[in-house]
C-alpha cells in the first residue's frame, strides 16, 4: 500500500514539474533566439516612469501615452501624456491635470462616437485599493476632462482595456489571484484561470475565461472580433463578438511565441504587440532598474496567423516593452518601467 501512494505522489511531482517546465522554459527565452532589429534608427523621448501603455489618435497622429512609477513603493500620482507625433518634443504635455487625485493608470483605450464625440477610458489601480475605470472626455485641444469612474466586481485585476461604445468596455483580468500560494501556482503551472469582463454601460459580467495570464485585448475595425494576448500563454485568442450582447465565442489562438503585451491596431487590421521574449529577464528588470530586460514588437496578421519581428533590442534603448502603436510610417513604443518612449520608423 506504501509503494502504491509513494509512486502516485511521484506521479503527481513528475506532472506537476513537466507542467512548470513546459511553461517556464519557453518563457524564458531559451527556444527561441532573435536578432537586433531596428532599435538603432528610433529616437527616444523622456515621458515619465513607466510608460506601460500607448494609443494613437488614428486621423490626427495625437499620441496617448499612460505612465505610472510602477517600480515604487510609494509612488506619486501617474497622468495620462499627449504629444504630436509630428513634433514630440514641442507637444509633449500632461493632459490629466482634471483626473483622479489617486490615479494609478494602467490599459487605456480611445473611443470615438459616431457623433465625433470621443473619450479616454483608463484602468486605475488606486494606492488605497480596488479598481476602475476612469473615463475622460476629450476636448478639440486634446484637453481630457474626467467625466465618471465605473467599477463593478468583475472588474477584479484589470490589465487593458478596449471601448466599444461611449459607456461600454472590455477589460481583461490578468489573474484570479492576486497574491499568496495560490497567486504563484496560478503563475508556475500557467493555469488558464485569467478573464475577461464586459461592461454593457449599466453592469459588468464575465465575457470569457480560461487564459493563461490575460493581457492586451482591442477590437477589428467593424467590431465584429475581438482579439486578447496571453502574457504566459504566449498567444492570441480571437473571438468572435456580438455587438448587440457582447456575448463572445472563441474561435482560434494564434500562437506568437513571446510574451504578448498590449495589442494596438494598424490601418489594415494588424495586430502590433509589445512583447516580453524573455520573461525572467523581465523579473529581474521589474526588480532591478540596472538589470535590462528585451524590448520586442511584433506585427500579427489574424487572416493568416503570420507573425513578424518589427523590433527586437536587448533592453539598452528601452527595457521591458509593452506596447507598439503604429501610425503612418512610424510606431511607438512603451515600457511597464522606463521613463521613455521611443519613436521608431515603420518599415
Not at 474626467?146 to 459607456?167: C, F, K, M, Q, W
Not at 459588468?204 to 480560461?210: E, L, T
Not at 494598424?266 to 512583447?275: N, Q, R
Amino acid at each position: 500500500m506504501i509503494r502504491v501512494v509513494l509512486i502516485a505522489i511521484g506521479l503527481v511531482v513528475l506532472i506537476a514539474l513537466a507542467r512548470i517546465a513546459w511553461m517556464m522554459v519557453p518563457a524564458s527565452g531559451a527556444l527561441t533566439p532573435h536578432e537586433p532589429r531596428l532599435a538603432e534608427r528610433c529616437e527616444s523621448l523622456e515621458v515619465a516612469p513607466g510608460t506601460e501603455d500607448v494609443t494613437i489618435h488614428p486621423q490626427s497622429g495625437m499620441v496617448f501615452v499612460s505612465a505610472a512609477d510602477r517600480r515604487s513603493e510609494n509612488p506619486e500620482a501617474g497622468g495620462i501624456w499627449t504629444f504630436d507625433i509630428a513634433d514630440p518634443e514641442q507637444t509633449l504635455r500632461y493632459a490629466s491635470v482634471d483626473g483622479p487625485e489617486d490615479f494609478q493608470p494602467h490599459g487605456i483605450s480611445l473611443y470615438t462616437g459616431e457623433d465625433g464625440v470621443q473619450r479616454l477610458f483608463v484602468i486605475n489601480h488606486p494606492l488605497a485599493g480596488g479598481h476602475a475605470i476612469e473615463v475622460f472626455d476629450i476636448d478639440e485641444e486634446w484637453r481630457l476632462f474626467h467625466a465618471e469612474t465605473i467599477a463593478y466586481r468583475e472588474l477584479s485585476s484589470p490589465n487593458d482595456i478596449v471601448a466599444v461604445g461611449p459607456r461600454q468596455f472590455y477589460a481583461t483580468n490578468d489573474s484570479r489571484y492576486q497574491s499568496g500560494i495560490l497567486q504563484q501556482l496560478e503563475a508556475y503551472f500557467g493555469l488558464p484561470l485569467a478573464s475577461i469582463s464586459y461592461f454593457d454601460g449599466e453592469a459588468g459580467r464575465i465575457a470569457a475565461g480560461g487564459l493563461i495570464y490575460a493581457n492586451g485585448i482591442n477590437v477589428s475595425a467593424d467590431g465584429a472580433t475581438l482579439y486578447a494576448s496571453e502574457f504566459l500563454g504566449r498567444s492570441v485568442n480571437v473571438y468572435e463578438r456580438n455587438g448587440d450582447t457582447g456575448a463572445l465565442v472563441h474561435r482560434r489562438s494564434i500562437p506568437v511565441r513571446t510574451g504578448a503585451d498590449n495589442i494596438e491596431m494598424d490601418e489594415s487590421g494588424h495586430l502590433w504587440i509589445g512583447a516580453h521574449a524573455r520573461v525572467f529577464d523581465f523579473l529581474a528588470h521589474a526588480e532591478d532598474e540596472a538589470a535590462l530586460a528585451p524590448s520586442h514588437v511584433i506585427r500579427v496578421d489574424p487572416q493568416t496567423g503570420q507573425v513578424a519581428t518589427v523590433l527586437y533590442t536587448d533592453g539598452e534603448e528601452l527595457s521591458g516593452s509593452s506596447v507598439g502603436a503604429p501610425y503612418g510610417y512610424q510606431f511607438v513604443v512603451g515600457a511597464v518601467f522606463d521613463s521613455e518612449v521611443l519613436i521608431c520608423p515603420r518599415n
